[in-house]
T-cell receptor
């Protein structure tokens, strides 16, 4: 079955540091890949996505590239801010295309940015 | 911007009681989902719903769970006889396709 593995936190960085959160996946076929963010006290929000190999998703300074050869979708940001403190979830969906498949999530990485 | 809403934000119940968690999906979406997140653990898929029936469910979604779209706008998750291990955040999501728009969640506490 499908699975997502991401680095466990907490990850603690200083403001303006470079961020990488690793994510690798196991799936049959050609899944779509996502990063979701959960700010304290809030629900999950889609941060970015990529639907095919070599696609780069980007949003709010974050980016991730769909690497089929390494089955990875690492999240990066060049200069983090305190407001980026949140839990980040890597996820994938199946390639049935019907939209009815649930998402498979990683365990989440708690990111803490210190001023 | 349209968003998924969920009520209540926090539900406290006694073990063995029935609870109904409510969600209002985005109006033109066709697929609806429930997920749960036990504290400190990963988000887990429970069930997806399309065309007024369950299209997929996980092994977590056993006979004590049911979903319903009673009036064309709400999407509910019922837990018939809650157990302590049902304490979690429950997230509703809706989508026109595989990218889910999530609600803020309902925190269920079973005492």
């Amino acid at each position: 079955g499908n699975s997502v593995t991401q680095m466990e936190g907490p990850v603690t960085l200083s403001e303006e540091a470079f961020l990488t959160i690793n994510c690798t996946y196991t799936a049959t076929g050609y899944p779509s890949l996502f990063w979701y963010v959960q700010y304290p006290g809030e629900g999950l929000q889609l941060l970015l996505k990529a639907t095919k190999a070599d696609d780069k998703g980007s949003n709010k300074g974050f980016e991730a590239t769909y690497r089929k050869e390494t089955t990875s979708f690492h999240l990066e940001k060049g200069s983090v801010q305190v407001s980026d403190s949140a839990v980040y979830f890597c996820a994938l969906s199946g390639d049935s295309g019907g939209g009815a498949d649930g998402l498979t999530f990683g365990k989440g990485t708690h990111l803490i940015i210190q001023p | 911007e349209p968003e998924v809403t969920q009520t209540p934000s926090h539900q406290v119940t006694q073990m063995g009681q029935e609870v109904i968690l409510r969600c209002v999906p985005i109006s033109n979406h066709l697929y609806f989902y429930w997920y749960r997140q036990i504290l400190g653990q990963k988000v887990e898929f429970l069930v997806s719903f399309y065309n007024n029936e369950i299209s997929e469910k996980s092994e977590i979604f056993d006979d004590q769970f049911s979903v319903e779209r009673p009036d064309g706008s709400n999407f509910t998750l019922k837990i018939r006889s809650t157990k302590l291990e049902d304490s979690a955040m429950y997230f509703c999501a809706s989508s026109p396709g595989p990218t889910g728009f999530f609600g803020p969640g309902t925190r269920l506490t079973v005492l």
